[in-house]
C-alpha cells in the first residue's frame, strides 16, 4: 500500500470554490452557525478575496485599505460595513427562528 504524505498534497484554498452568489451565502451561512464574530469578519474577508477585492470594494463604497483591516482575522467590523460587504458579494443576511 502506497503511503501519500500530507505534504504532498495540495493546500486547499477556499475561495476556488466561492465562485456564485449561492456558494458565497453557503459559506458565510455555515460560519454565521458558529457564532463567533470574529470568523464572520474573516469570512467575508476570503469571500471579498475570492471575488476580488477591488470590485468589492467599488461596490461596497469602501476602501480597498479599509476592507482589508476590517475583514482581517479577528477584526470587529460595525454591522455597516458587514452589511455594505455583503450587499456588494450579492448576498444578504437573515435572521431563522432559533426554534421552529
Same mark, same amino acid.
Given at each position: 500500500m502506497n503511503k501519500i504524505? $500530507?505534504?504532498s498534497l495540495p493546500e486547499f484554498d477556499i475561495t476556488e470554490h466561492l465562485d456564485s452568489e449561492q456558494a458565497v451565502a453557503e459559506y458565510l451561512t455555515i460560519v454565521m452557525e458558529e457564532n463567533d464574530p470574529a470568523a464572520m469578519a474573516h469570512a467575508?474577508? $476570503?469571500a471579498a478575496r475570492a471575488r476580488g477585492m477591488s470590485e468589492i470594494a467599488a461596490k461596497s463604497g469602501l476602501t480597498r485599505e479599509a476592507l482589508y483591516k476590517a475583514l482581517r482575522p479577528n477584526a470587529k467590523p460595525r454591522f455597516?460595513?458587514?452589511?455594505?460587504?455583503?450587499?456588494a458579494l450579492g448576498v444578504k443576511l437573515v435572521a431563522q427562528p432559533l426554534h421552529s
Open positions: 504524505k $500530507i505534504s467575508l474577508g $476570503i455597516d460595513t458587514i452589511s455594505r460587504v455583503c450587499a
